[in-house]
Structure formats: structure tokens, C-alpha cells
Nanobody
Framework: VQLQASGGGLVQAGGSLRLSCAAS????????MGWFRQAPGKEREYVAA????????DYANSVKGRFTISRDNAKNTVYLEMNSLKPEDTAVYYC???????????????????WGQGTQVTVSS
């Protein structure tokens, strides 16, 4: 599956952004979808994941209550709604697809086989 992320930009602290990730090539609903982020000089960090049919989601503690992951399997798209943004949310955000079996959500980057190109999110203070 090929992934194309979009929706990043520059926003003031406290603002909101909605990221999208469009998938193509294979049956989208076969994949657990996740969002990760990487800030300059830091390792890639798990943000959120959503199960194949969208019934279960999981979040990193740092974004819980502020970010919402969702998916529309009819549109082959996963979203990340980000509210109450903080300067520490500044990073390149990546969407990823995991075909791992026997799991509802996936938090480890090594379990994701397909990655989008990333979209920059910058939060100014």
C-alpha cells in the first residue's frame, strides 16, 4: 500500500490541524494504521494507531485527550485531528500501515511495513 500524508503547516500554540493520509494500492481495511512523529535530533515517536475497522484506537500519553485518530475505509484515508497544539508537538508527522496479524492496534514502528513521506507540523509559541 502506498501512503500520502498531507495537512501539515504552521499554527500557533493552542490551535488545531487535521492531517490526512491517503492510501492506494491494496485493500486499506486490511491494515492497522498509525501516526508517528519525529522532531529534529530525536527518534521517531509513536503518536496514535487505529484498528482495521476503526473501532479501537490508541494514543501516546503525550497526545491523549488532544489528538484523535480516525479512518474512512470507503475513502482509503486515515486522519489525525490535533487540537490544543503545543510547541513540543512540532515535528514531521508520518502515517504508516501495518499488516501485522492477531493485533488490534500497533505501537512499535518496526511492525509497520509501509510509510508515507511525512508532513511538517510547526507550532509556534
Amino acid at each position: 500500500v502506498q501512503l500520502q500524508a498531507s495537512g501539515g503547516g504552521l499554527v500557533q500554540a493552542g490551535g488545531s490541524l487535521r492531517l490526512s493520509c491517503a492510501a492506494s494500492g491494496r485493500t486499506f481495511s486490511n491494515y492497522v494504521m498509525g501516526w508517528f512523529r519525529q522532531a529534529p535530533g530525536k527518534e521517531r515517536e509513536y503518536v496514535a494507531a487505529i484498528s482495521r475497522l476503526g473501532g479501537t484506537s490508541d494514543y501516546a500519553n503525550s497526545v491523549k485527550g488532544r489528538f484523535t485518530i480516525s479512518r474512512d475505509n470507503a475513502k482509503n484515508t486515515v486522519y489525525l485531528e490535533m487540537n490544543s497544539l503545543k510547541p513540543e508537538d512540532t515535528a514531521v508527522y508520518y502515517c504508516a500501515a501495518s499488516g501485522a496479524l492477531g493485533v488490534v492496534t500497533v505501537t512499535g514502528p518496526s511492525q509497520y511495513s509501509n510509510w508515507g513521506q511525512g508532513t511538517q507540523v510547526t507550532v509556534s509559541s
